[in-house]
């Protein structure tokens, strides 16, 4: 059982370039989620989506994007990194957009120099 | 807006001693509050959930408390093992809308031998 996984796990990025995390779930839920994860500040929603080609903006959006072309695939853009955003990124998902338990990624630990 | 605040950010315990976190959020409006467990290089889980209609929910070892009308809830977790060691977040959303879930900033428990 695969559930959610996200790639790469790790990467170092030079400041300025472009990066994207992906993050494919075999669940079929609809929903689907992009966290942050820094210490002190627990899980901070960047993005979400509630259902395939509907996207919205969370707590902390500016500086990443992303795209629900379909149901399983919920890549999350940097377009030009930089250092405030080296962080750990988790990406969740949850059968439907009501409260409920959201499943989550192992994480894609990310560096910008 | 909802802010989640949870204490204490660290918490080491004797190996079949008790250990409870405690959380306070600030929009009344909240009545979802799940309690999620993160292992070393793993995404987060949810281990119990409680909703605004109970004041206690148990499951095995693991119990959750809420005060509605302080607006702080805790998790308790009793005759603690080796397996328990992990950060634990506390998080609290309306049932409208799970994009809306905000997190506290995590409990790292480490239970002694």
Not at chain 2, 71 to 80: A, G
Request: proline share 4%; aromatic share 8%.
């Amino acid at each position: 059982i695969a559930g959610i996984t996200q790639a790469p796990t790790s990467q170092i990025l030079a400041a300025g370039r472009r990066m994207t995390l992906r993050c494919t779930q075999d669940m079929r839920h609809n929903a689907m989620y992009w966290y942050r994860q820094d210490l002190g500040l627990g899980l901070r929603l960047i993005h979400y989506s509630n259902t395939a080609g509907t996207t919205g903006k969370g707590e902390v959006p500016d500086g990443y994007s992303v795209s629900r072309a379909n149901t399983d695939d919920f890549p999350l853009t940097l377009a030009s990194a930089v250092p405030s955003q080296t962080s750990v990124y988790f990406c969740a998902s949850s059968p439907g957009t009501s409260t409920g338990e959201l499943f989550f990624g192992e994480g894609s630990r990310l560096t910008v120099l | 807006g909802e802010n989640v605040e949870q204490h204490p950010s660290t918490l080491s315990v004797q190996e079949g001693d008790s250990a409870v976190i405690k959380c306070t959020y600030s929009d009344s409006a909240s009545n979802y509050f799940p309690w999620y467990k993160q292992e070393l290089g793993k995404g987060p889980q949810l281990i119990i959930d409680i909703r605004s209609n109970v004041g206690e929910k148990k499951d095995q070892r693991i119990a959750v408390t809420l005060n509605k009308t302080a607006k702080h809830f805790s998790l308790h977790i009793t005759e603690t093992q080796p397996e328990d060691s992990a950060v634990y977040f506390c998080a609290a959303s309306t049932y409208s809308s799970a994009s809306k879930i905000i997190f506290g900033s995590g409990t790292r428990l480490s239970i002694r031998p």
